[in-house]
């Protein structure tokens, strides 16, 4: 139920540590870690090129509305000079969006998607087409994620030792005082997903008129079940926030996700209603509008801390920095609306979902700019069918497989789409 667990308690805290985060992408980024600059940036009405002066890593393209907009991803090098407009594009800014990532994003006049993309033999340069697009292309065209781009081999850039230098300093920007990581099960270097059976210890949930029953232990059983299920074939690597009957606020729940470095975290509840008849399973996604004001509240915490662990931020240029900031955190509303998508397909034929399965609202535990959150109401308590689902062991286990069918799924055409 979402009237209980999902309270505002905590946000503030969490918006803290965002900021520091980004505030680390911030000053590693303006480092010069990174020998590989973009030199030039070349212009025309049907195509860009990014020059550079040394080898990169990969070029990735995606599309963003809402403004109309292009972004470019370079791994392996800093963002340097050059800008440009010509037929749909209206401006090229650049920005540094982590110590590895150059980002350019193309302001568009009007509609218009990105075609092939291409390096040159050498690899010191990176053209992507551009055309223009209805509204209805570039709508479709912005939930189809993100296009990857290898230079030739021979001219490739190798990530550079201490690649997880960023990654291992995040988690020491978090308050102390947490509760110990869980274990993550599985093979290594597969992608992680992070389950979270909603409530737990004192906090019971909602209560089920038949029985009796709390929904935190069928939240519990649905996690360990969807947890097993994905062991059995090897193709992720899984955590559960909690794996026994404790009681966690909602910003550890979070926290523990973003820790571990999860790529996908689903929140798993039962709902309730007064009317009986109400049934089915709903997936939440954090709402644009929730996601333009935390964006806005993130930006402007940011920029009033000029000074963050001794040092000084000043002179940074905000507005680049607040469109890092919402540029990710639409790319990872997209993905999110995407798994909720693929869950609803994938998990459809044994679980009952309501009409409007995907809604979307202002949830504390969705709005990691960077981590593609769904939280995922596995139908009714209230409900007499739904109700035995969600308890007996036939029903948590078909709604693990299909919420471990559409996880593996998500990640599978993820690998397929990035090499
Ligand atoms: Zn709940």
């Not at 794996?243 to 571990?260: G, K, S």
């Not at 790529?263 to 309730?272: G, K, N, P, Q, R």
């Not at 709402?287 to 801390?305: G, H, I, K, P």
């Not at 078909?398 to 996880?407: N, W």
Request: hydrophobic residues 40%; neutral net charge; aromatic residues 8%.
């Amino acid at each position: 139920m979402m009237s209980l667990c999902w309270t505002k308690g905590g946000q503030a805290r969490q918006y803290g540590t965002m900021s520091l985060l980004f505030a680390l992408f911030a000053i590693f980024g303006w480092q010069p870690a990174l020998a590989t600059a973009i030199e030039a940036v070349d212009v025309t009405p049907d195509r860009i090129t990014v020059q550079f002066d040394d080898y990169v890593e990969n070029a990735s393209a995606f599309v963003l509305d809402n403004p109309y907009r292009i972004a470019i991803d370079v791994t392996g090098a800093r963002a340097g000079t050059g800008s440009g407009q010509a037929g749909p594009i209206r401006a090229v800014r650049q920005g540094q969006y982590d110590p590895q990532t150059a980002r350019l994003v193309l302001d568009l006049a009007r509609p218009a998607i990105f075609g092939n993309g291409s390096f040159s033999a050498d690899g010191r340069s990176f053209t992507l087409d551009i055309r223009p697009a209805s509204h209805i292309q570039f709508a479709s065209a912005a939930t189809a994620g993100r296009a990857s781009f290898l230079p030739p081999m021979a001219f490739r850039a190798r990530p550079p030792r201490g690649r997880g230098e960023l990654t291992v300093r995040l988690p020491r920007a978090t308050p102390p005082g947490q509760t110990s990581l869980p274990t993550i099960q599985g093979p290594r270097g597969r992608p992680l997903v992070v389950i979270d059976a909603g409530h737990g210890g004192h906090d019971p949930g909602s209560i089920s008129p038949f029985g009796n029953r709390h929904e935190k232990d069928a939240t519990l059983a649905i996690a360990r079940a969807t947890r097993d299920a994905l062991l059995a074939s090897g193709r992720v690597r899984v955590a559960l926030t909690r794996d026994d009957d404790r009681f966690l606020v909602l910003r550890e729940r979070y926290q523990i996700a973003r820790r571990l470095g999860a790529e996908l975290f689903i929140s798993i509840h039962a709902d309730s209603a007064p009317n009986t008849d109400a049934n089915g399973a709903t997936i939440y996604t954090l709402s644009e509008v929730a996601s333009d004001r935390e964006t806005a509240q993130l930006a402007r915490r940011e920029n009033s801390a000029d000074i963050i662990n001794g040092v000084n931020l000043g002179g940074a240029d905000s507005e680049v920095r607040s469109i890092l900031i919402d540029l990710t955190r639409r790319e990872t509303m997209n993905i999110s609306a995407r798994f909720a998508s693929l869950l609803r397909r994938e998990a459809g034929d044994t679980v009952p979902f309501r009409a409007d399965y995907h809604r979307s609202a202002d949830f504390g535990v969705l709005t990691a700019p960077d981590l593609p959150s769904v939280l995922f109401e596995s139908g009714y308590l209230t409900n007499a069918a739904d109700a035995r689902r969600l308890f007996s062991r036939d029903g948590q286990r078909a709604i693990a497989s299909g919420l471990a069918d559409a996880i593996e799924t998500h990640f599978a055409r993820r690998t397929a789409s990035t090499d």
